[in-house]
């Protein structure tokens, strides 16, 4: 037996992998419960993810001293094909009583006798409309959802009703994140399941995998929820969502590199404990690095200035550590327990020593040193991947520039994409009530109807802003902030600390783009009359939130590179390998991009996309496609170190083809099931990132990187001696001397036979 190999005693081979497999349960078991708790201590709020030094939060600080409430403004609109009549007015006037008495309607402050304004007729006596508080709470499609019922009921015969403006919108955006918890977890395991179950052929095999990634996300699920009920970290539905897609994912990807580690040991060896020790030292350092690496890449958005991008960085982070720590300790456990039976019914044997013999390739044109590296290098490699192998040997150069110009060509897509943001009645896909609302509204009162602009300036200049403000264009109207239940022209302003509170209404809906411009403008003109101004509300919300997004990429992007380049750097002990994997993953994201822009603008017709996608899709696919190039390279120096960097390049590629394609496929199906959720920003992340992934998968580590490494040969190691490679070291391939049966497994049918 090889002293390199670990056989631990019968007592420890029981021990060890039921304390770890009993220690996971309990996380699930414990964890297991907390996704039904997980909506309760998150948030949808759009200004609570922006930066504390946004002119809008500043503006929202100064809100809530004249207001004194937290509560998200309702809009209710009641129309009709004709003229309203004295009748119908009559039953309208009793409804704010009715509204008032739906729990989470904001009740009334004296001297005022209801909070609910209205009703406000519109010009053409076709509709009214009310402005209804609603209290901020978790629970706001609940109270939306009541609300909406009640009016239904008590509304005059053959009116539409609606409920919408911010309240109504959130509400929705609630309803649309409720797949989160079921149906989105639904389809991503379902997905891996069939992909396993067809790559490995195996009935077991992919439940020990799923086993792996489920406990991980418990894991993730529990720690982030006690994190977010301590207010450590923000939680949003949006996050939520990712979370559960990367953990999957991720946990999947890992647990497929240590399998295909194992199942290649127990070809070598008799012990199921030897084969693993054997996978565990091929498999951890990649795994580890992959890891670290999007870890690392996650936290990055720690520096972002938009709290929702910051607030995803931990959380991302912890859900990859746990996938990390499962991949190490939980499925090892399961491979050990179940031995060779986790393939069944095609278990893996033991192969003679010499088992692999290819003949010699004779191709005209092909050099006796590149012969012996071919016959080397894909020695027991067969079908697609020695093909791959042979064209990357007889035309590495062309394969790698052809490559490139196809990658570069689909780049120049993203010249047409439109990341600008998009308004709140764009984000939802699906039916919504409340974007039926607001299009109804637009069409009978002013746009920015229940959505005012929000002005703070000094009492003294106040009548100057007035003025500055009512000649702006795309403002219909303006007044000073006189106090609640003390309307009206004679009414002195309300004053809190020398400053005064002006609403400006919006002519064009608050979230269009017509309505920024109005804020830019705003911004831009007022400071000539009071320096001190500060302009807010839902329009300059959704500006800052744009504006934020697109500095933030600016930011994040290059430490990001320069994180992973460190990473790679100490994993592969080189300068240039790093250098040319980080060049590969930025230009399959670009690649990925411009096609995303085509599709998006030309296929699906969307209006837009969200300012975040941009930097979203950039942390993802340069974390996750880094992964796959740390699997091919990882393994490619450890054959270039046995046998040369030419042979070993077409060894580490035919060894990791299968695997990584399979990681590849499973991860690209897990964040396709994002688009179950309804809602244009995870739609589109889903597609990126699943386009991307599988574009990293077949053209960029398939061709580019291992064709670009072959070109550039023992070099691509540099500042590593060139004579380091190609000497004869120890090699988890070469074959072993089988080893003593494991008296835990059932003897093998072939060693039976002899």
């Known amino acids: 037996m090889k002293t390199a190999d670990w056989a631990p005693k019968r007592w420890l081979r029981i021990l060890l992998p039921a304390i770890l497999i009993i220690i996971w349960l309990s996380i699930a078991g414990i964890g297991g419960p907390t996704f039904g708790k997980i909506s309760d201590v998150s948030t949808n709020d759009q200004a609570s993810f922006l930066p504390a030094s946004a002119e809008s939060t500043a503006v929202q600080d100064w809100q809530l001293r004249f207001v004194d409430s937290t509560a998200i403004p309702a809009v209710v609109l009641l129309s009709s094909k004709d003229p309203l009549t004295p009748e119908q007015l009559g039953e309208i006037a009793a409804l704010p009583e009715k509204m008032a008495a739906v729990p989470g309607v904001q009740a009334p402050k004296a001297p005022a006798t209801t909070s609910i304004a209205g009703p406000i007729p519109s010009a053409d006596k076709l509709a009214v409309e009310f402005l209804v508080p609603i209290t901020a709470t978790d629970e706001i499609n609940t109270v939306v959802a009541e609300l909406r019922e009640v009016l239904e009921s008590s ?122 020790g054997r996978a565990m030292r091929g498999a951890w350092e990649p795994i580890v690095a992959s890891g670290s690496t999007v870890i690392l890449a996650m936290l990055c958005l720690l520096f972002s200035d938009l709290n929702s991008n910051r607030s995803l960085g931990p959380i991302a ?74 064209l990357i040997a007889r035309r590495p150069r062309v394969t790698w520039v052809v490559t490139l110009v196809l990658l570069l060509a689909a780049s120049s897509g993203v010249l047409q994409l439109q990341a600008n943001g998009v308004s709140q009645t764009e984000v939802i896909l699906s039916q919504s009530k409340a974007v039926d609302g607001q299009k109804a509204l637009a069409k009978l009162f002013d746009g920015g109807s229940g959505s005012p602009v929000l002005i703070i300036a000094d009492q003294a ?55 920024e411009k109005v804020i830019v403008d705003l911004r831009e003109n007022l400071p000539a009359v009071d320096s001190n101004v500060l302009v807010g509300g839902v329009s300059a919300i959704a500006l800052d939130t744009n504006v934020t997004a697109q500095r933030d990429l600016v930011k994040i992007v290059p430490l990001v590179l320069v994180v992973i380049s460190i990473v790679l750097m100490l994993l592969l002990r080189s300068i240039v390998a790093p250098l040319l994997l ?173």
Not at 201 to 227: D, E, G, K, N, W
Not at 473 to 497: F, H, K, L, W
Request: with cysteine; hydrophobic share 55%.
């Open 317 to 390: 982070a912890i859900g990859i550590f746990f996938s990390l720590v499962a991949a190490l300790t939980c499925l090892p456990a399961l491979l050990v327990a179940f031995g060779r039976v986790a393939f069944w019914p095609f278990r893996p044997k033991v192969e003679h020593a010499h088992g692999h013999k290819h003949e010699a390739v004779a191709t005209p044109g092909m050099s006796k040193a590149t012969v012996h590296d071919v016959d080397r290098g894909l020695a027991g490699i067969g079908g697609l991947w020695r093909k791959v192998g042979l």
């Open 155 to 276: 509304a005059p015969a053959g009116m539409s009703v609606y409920v919408t403006g911010p309240a109504g919108l959130t509400a929705d955006l609630v309803n649309a994140f409720a797949g989160i918890d079921g149906v989105l977890l639904l389809v991503a395991l379902l997905a891996v399941f069939v992909i396993l179950l067809a790559v490995y052929r195996s009935l077991v095999l992919p439940i020990l995998v799923l086993f792996t990634s489920v406990v991980a996300l418990c894991a993730s699920i529990l720690a982030i929820y006690y994190m977010a009920s301590w207010d450590w970290i923000k939680l949003s539905g949006q996050s939520q969502g990712i979370l559960s897609i990367l953990v999957i994912g991720a946990a999947t990807d890992y647990s497929l590199l240590l399998v295909a580690r194992f199942r290649e040991a127990l070809q070598q060896v008799q012990s199921k404990w030897a084969a693993l």
């Open 461 to 515: 200049k106040a009548d100057q802003v007035l003025a500055a403000v009512t000649g702006t264009a795309g403002i219909c109207a303006a007044s000073i902030y006189t106090g609640p239940g003390r309307p009206g022209s004679n009414a002195e302003p309300m004053v809190q600390d020398g400053r005064v509170l002006l609403n400006a209404t919006l002519k064009d809906q608050a979230d269009s783009d017509a309505a």
């Open 582 to 754: 980080i060049g590969s993953v930025v230009l399959s994201y670009a690649a990925t991009m411009g096609i995303s822009a085509l599709v998006f603008n030309h296929v699906f017709g969307f209006p837009g996309a969200d300012a975040t996608v941009p930097l979203f899709g950039f942390v993802f696919l340069v974390a996750l496609g880094v992964d796959y190039n740390i699997f091919l390279m990882t393994r490619v120096r450890e054959e270039s170190l046995r046998m040369g960097t030419h042979a070993g390049v077409l060894r580490g590629l035919g060894k990791t083809g299968g695997v990584i394609t399979s990681a590849g496929v499973v991860l690209a199906a897990t964040f396709a099931a994002l688009g179950v959720i309804p809602l244009l920003f995870l739609a589109q992340l889903a597609f990126i990132v699943a386009f991307g992934v599988l574009l990293d998968t077949v053209l960029v580590r398939s061709l580019l990187v291992p064709a670009a490494t072959y070109d550039v040969g023992n070099r691509v190691w540099w500042p590593a001696k060139r004579s380091k490679f190609g000497q004869r070291v120890p090699s988890q391939d070469a074959q072993a001397e089988p080893l003593e049966p494991d008296p835990l497994e059932p003897e093998p049918v072939e060693s039976a036979q002899r």
